[in-house]
């Protein structure tokens, strides 16, 4: 029994050592969401909002946004885009391409002027070939507020006011 | 036919005690590593070495392992080193229930495995496939600390029992080399092993052409085990429950067990190389509509089937959750498409292979089991009146069924390549970038301190290819031997069956060709209700 208890210990030290163990809370807030709303294979635009808690400061200077689309099944080669432009009220804008229907998650590493590193990711489930899944939508059920610090469950997250394109209503 | 034992470095292997330890030893590593991240690592399925390495590389490289070399994924199982060390801590008083004693728990395993893939979303779950791991660990060792045999590997498992059938095409198989050997032998090692507590030595009197020659055999405690699946080297006939784990050519004393090359596929013209049974001939056969049931689960019309299910049933009108809709709906999907068709076809097409005869007493009942058509006698008249088991109709269906079954291998294996091949190529260099990850995530950057994402796969164009030929090299493949195993049961009668059988392949190929051409892929998890 002591030879399997010695076994433990690389294993500890092994978990010990992952980077990705190491927790740490971040003042920065990223959310997304896509456009169209529910995107179908083909292209479409994430937008990404970066502010910093506790008042919402639109981050504006970010020096690199990278977004990583992959499909939630393995293996499946990623969709990779970057934006390094400015922001606009802490808005960035990036096209991408959907190659595939299915579920995808989005992987945000957005580089700050100061070289700190926020990360974000979101899924975007539900993509269909031609039409817009409508049943994606109805998962939904908890739209959160700028405030709250629990994990969002929603398809397509919508944690930021909508943008405001101008039109009349 | 050559020996590939006989080849260098293959020979000390195949004859030294820890030669198929040291094949166990990198997969069972690679198996502690894929648990090990799979709990600790990222949970995003791309992400992590347990999802991509079990649902792309594995499943991929194994099926054309098995086509060109054959089972050698079972001879280097991981799951075996706590079988052996089960082994040594139990009594091993008990055989194996006899009335389990075939493949239907396999065949409810396998079918386990694929609707659990399927409702679970294993593909896109790395803590998930680390428990299937450790199930698997956990289960092997259970049961060979309860059984005298290999009972998981020979009734249970469902990896080892999809290779065991797709490794009827492999251009390899165990046999003996010479017979009149086997027939001298006095201990039959190879499937009563070379172990003994206390060492004893017995000399054997071999004849060979005429001429004999003593051979001593030692038994002892460093001896070796006969085979776990109680397979008989000299009756072997095909690679079904062959884990080529070569103890019978350790238990040899003589020498006389090879791992030897035939053409691809030589057993599945051979009728006296599979049995007749119900569980054999059905999980032939319904390996091929697994197949398609399992890419017809990744097509975006398996979820309008889904919901009009649900609607039609009134599922969606009891309030209950989309979970519990879909797994009621998921269960008569793979009730159906798993259970229902394949067993109602082959049923059927024996049902009218036998009423297409124009006299009932074809040739057929008495081909298998060991006989072949070289071995009708005179007795033969009576023996088809009243069946090979005497009983009937029933055993002349169940033998009709049993000689075409072997026919589905090829198209079942095609459209599972067809399938995998789609996942390994499309995703072949992500290990790379997945690896990266793994090590950058240990501080470890000697593969760079990036993981490259951008390595992906080959292009969908050459895939479709592959794909293509794969589909219709199993289906010229399935169709040749359906007529093929037609004239030899019917002679003169052979047209029907020959029309009936490969009905049911050129069924099998449409709903194949239409899933995977007429369909784009849909790697999607999320099934709502409305």
């Given at each position: 029994?002591?030879?399997?208890?010695?076994?433990?210990?690389?294993?500890?030290?092994?978990?010990?050592?992952?980077?990705?163990?190491?927790?740490?809370?971040?003042?920065?807030?990223?959310?997304?969401?896509?456009?169209?709303?529910?995107?179908?294979?083909?292209?479409?635009?994430?937008?990404?909002?970066?502010?910093?808690?506790?008042?919402?400061?639109?981050?504006?200077?970010?020096?690199?946004?990278?977004?990583?689309?992959?499909?939630?099944?393995?293996?499946?080669?990623?969709?990779?885009?970057?934006?390094?432009?400015?922001?606009?009220?802490?808005?960035?804008?990036?096209?991408?391409?959907?190659?595939?229907?299915?579920?995808?998650?989005?992987?945000?590493?957005?580089?700050?002027?100061?070289?700190?590193?926020?990360?974000?990711?979101?899924?975007?489930?539900?993509?269909?070939?031609?039409?817009?899944?409508?049943?994606?939508?109805?998962?939904?059920?908890?739209?959160?507020?700028?405030?709250?610090?629990?994990?969002?469950?929603?398809?397509?997250?919508?944690?930021?006011?909508?943008?405001?394109?101008?039109?009349?209503? | 036919?050559?020996?590939?034992?006989?080849?260098?470095?293959?020979?000390?292997?195949?004859?030294?005690?820890?030669?198929?330890?040291?094949?166990?030893?990198?997969?069972?590593?690679?198996?502690?590593?894929?648990?090990?991240?799979?709990?600790?690592?990222?949970?995003?399925?791309?992400?992590?070495?347990?999802?991509?390495?079990?649902?792309?590389?594995?499943?991929?490289?194994?099926?054309?392992?098995?086509?060109?070399?054959?089972?050698?994924?079972?001879?280097?199982?991981?799951?075996?080193?706590?079988?052996?060390?089960?082994?040594?801590?139990?009594?091993?008083?008990?055989?194996?229930?006899?009335?389990?004693?075939?493949?239907?728990?396999?065949?409810f395993s396998l079918l386990a495995l694929f609707f659990t893939y399927e409702?679970?979303?294993m593909?896109?779950?790395?803590?998930?496939?680390?428990?299937v791991?450790?199930a698997?660990?956990?289960?092997?060792?259970?049961?060979?600390?309860?059984?005298?045999?290999?009972?998981?590997?020979?009734?249970?498992c469902p990896l080892?029992t999809f290779?065991?059938?797709?490794?009827?095409?492999?251009?390899?198989?165990?046999?003996?080399?010479?017979?009149?050997?086997?027939?001298?032998?006095?201990?039959?090692?190879?499937?009563?092993?070379?172990?003994?507590?206390?060492?004893?030595?017995?000399?054997?009197?071999?004849?060979?052409?005429?001429?004999?020659?003593?051979?001593?055999?030692?038994?002892?405690?460093?001896?070796?085990?006969?085979?776990?699946?109680?397979?008989?080297?000299?009756?072997?006939?095909?690679?079904?429950?062959?884990?080529?784990?070569?103890?019978?050519?350790?238990?040899?004393?003589?020498?006389?067990?090879?791992?030897?090359?035939?053409?691809?596929?030589?057993?599945?013209?051979?009728?006296?190389?599979?049995?007749?049974?119900?569980?054999?001939?059905?999980?032939?056969?319904?390996?091929?509509?697994w197949?398609?049931?399992n890419?017809?689960?990744?097509?975006?019309?398996?979820?309008?089937?889904?919901?009009?299910?649900?609607?039609?049933?009134?599922?969606?009108?009891?309030?209950?959750?989309?979970?519990?809709?879909?797994?009621?709906?998921?269960?008569?999907?793979?009730?159906?498409?798993?259970?229902?068709?394949?067993?109602?076809?082959?049923?059927?097409?024996?049902?009218?292979?036998?009423?297409?005869?124009?006299?009932?007493?074809?040739?057929?009942?008495?081909?298998?089991?060991?006989?072949?058509?070289?071995?009708?006698?005179?007795?033969?008249?009576?023996?088809?009146?009243?069946?090979?088991?005497?009983?009937?109709?029933?055993?002349?269906?169940?033998?009709?069924?049993?000689?075409?079954?072997?026919?589905?291998?090829?198209?079942?294996?095609?459209?599972?390549?067809?399938?995998?091949?789609?996942?390994?190529?499309?995703?072949?260099?992500?290990?790379?970038?997945?690896?990266?990850?793994?090590?950058?995530?240990?501080?470890?950057?000697?593969?760079?301190?990036?993981?490259?994402?951008?390595?992906?796969?080959?292009?969908?164009?050459?895939?479709?290819?592959?794909?293509?030929?794969?589909?219709?090299?199993?289906?010229?493949?399935?169709?040749?031997?359906?007529?093929?195993?037609?004239?030899?049961?019917?002679?003169?009668?052979?047209?029907?069956?020959?029309?009936?059988?490969?009905?049911?392949?050129?069924?099998?190929?449409?709903?194949?060709?239409?899933?995977?051409?007429?369909?784009?892929?849909?790697?999607?998890?999320?099934?709502?209700?409305?």
């Open positions: 029994m002591r030879k399997f208890l010695w076994l433990l210990i690389p294993i500890l030290i092994l978990v010990g050592c992952r980077n990705s163990a190491e927790t740490n809370s971040s003042p920065y807030r990223v959310s997304m969401y896509t456009e169209p709303i529910l995107p179908i294979v083909g292209d479409a635009v994430v937008v990404i909002r970066i502010s910093k808690a506790p008042d919402n400061t639109p981050i504006n200077d970010v020096q690199k946004i990278a977004i990583k689309a992959d499909m939630t099944h393995a293996g499946m080669t990623p969709v990779l885009a970057e934006t390094t432009s400015g922001g606009e009220d802490g808005y960035y804008r990036i096209p991408i391409t959907f190659t595939m229907a299915g579920d995808w998650v989005i992987s945000i590493t957005a580089t700050l002027a100061d070289g700190t590193i926020v990360t974000h990711s979101a899924s975007v489930a539900g993509i269909a070939e031609y039409v817009p899944n409508f049943d994606a939508i109805e998962d939904c059920t908890t739209i959160l507020d700028e405030n709250s610090t629990a994990e969002p469950d929603c398809i397509v997250e919508v944690t930021e006011p909508p943008l405001d394109f101008g039109i009349a209503p | 036919m050559t020996d590939l034992l006989e080849l260098p470095f293959f020979k000390q292997m195949a004859r030294w005690r820890y030669g198929r330890l040291l094949l166990q030893i990198p997969f069972t590593l690679i198996a502690l590593l894929l648990i090990y991240d799979g709990f600790t690592g990222s949970q995003h399925a791309p992400e992590n070495l347990a999802t991509v390495g079990v649902w792309v590389h594995y499943r991929g490289i194994l099926i054309l392992i098995l086509l060109f070399t054959g089972n050698l994924f079972c001879m280097g199982c991981p799951f075996t080193i706590p079988r052996t060390l089960a082994k040594r801590l139990s009594k091993r008083g008990k055989r194996f229930p006899r009335i389990l004693r075939n493949k239907s728990l396999a065949i409702y679970l979303d593909w896109a779950n790395p803590a998930l496939t680390a428990w791991i450790i698997y660990f956990g289960l092997s060792f259970a049961l060979e600390a309860l059984f005298t045999e290999s009972a998981f590997c020979k009734y249970i080892g290779n065991f059938v797709y490794s009827a095409l492999a251009p390899t198989q165990i046999r003996v080399k010479n017979r009149d050997v086997c027939r001298d032998c006095v201990g039959k090692e190879c499937i009563n092993g070379s172990y003994a507590p206390q060492t004893l030595i017995r000399l054997d009197t071999i004849t060979v052409n005429g001429e004999s020659a003593q051979k001593q055999v030692i038994h002892s405690p460093k001896g070796t085990l006969g085979c776990g699946t109680e397979l008989f080297a000299p009756q072997i006939k095909s690679n079904l429950d062959c884990t080529l784990c070569l103890d019978c050519v350790r238990a040899c004393p003589h020498d006389n067990i090879g791992w030897m090359t035939r053409r691809f596929g030589a057993e599945l013209s051979d009728p006296s190389a599979w049995s007749k049974r119900w569980d054999i001939s059905f999980l032939l056969i319904g390996l091929a509509f197949g398609l049931l890419a017809f689960g990744m097509i975006p019309p398996v979820y309008d089937l889904m919901q009009s299910l649900a609607d039609g049933l009134g599922l969606t009108a009891l309030g209950w959750s989309d979970e519990m809709v879909e797994l009621v709906v998921f269960g008569i999907i793979f009730a159906v498409g798993g259970v229902i068709l394949p067993s109602g076809s082959m049923v059927l097409a024996g049902f009218l292979t036998k009423m297409s005869q124009p006299h009932p007493l074809t040739p057929s009942p008495l081909h298998g089991e060991g006989e072949s058509s070289a071995e009708k006698t005179n007795f033969t008249p009576f023996l088809h009146s009243v069946g090979k088991g005497g009983r009937g109709d029933r055993g002349r269906i169940r033998q009709t069924i049993g000689n075409f079954a072997p026919a589905f291998i090829p198209i079942g294996f095609g459209i599972w390549l067809a399938h995998y091949a789609f996942h390994l190529l499309s995703g072949l260099f992500t290990i790379v970038p997945t690896v990266q990850f793994f090590l950058i995530d240990h501080n470890i950057t000697f593969l760079g301190d990036t993981p490259n994402w951008s390595l992906g796969g080959v292009d969908f164009a050459v895939i479709g290819v592959v794909q293509l030929v794969a589909l219709m090299g199993g289906f010229i493949w399935s169709l040749a031997l359906v007529q093929h195993i037609s004239l030899r049961e019917f002679r003169r009668d052979a047209m029907l069956p020959t029309l009936i059988w490969g009905s049911l392949v050129v069924l099998l190929m449409l709903v194949a060709v239409w899933i995977f051409a007429f369909n784009d892929m849909e790697m999607r998890g999320t099934v709502l209700f409305h």
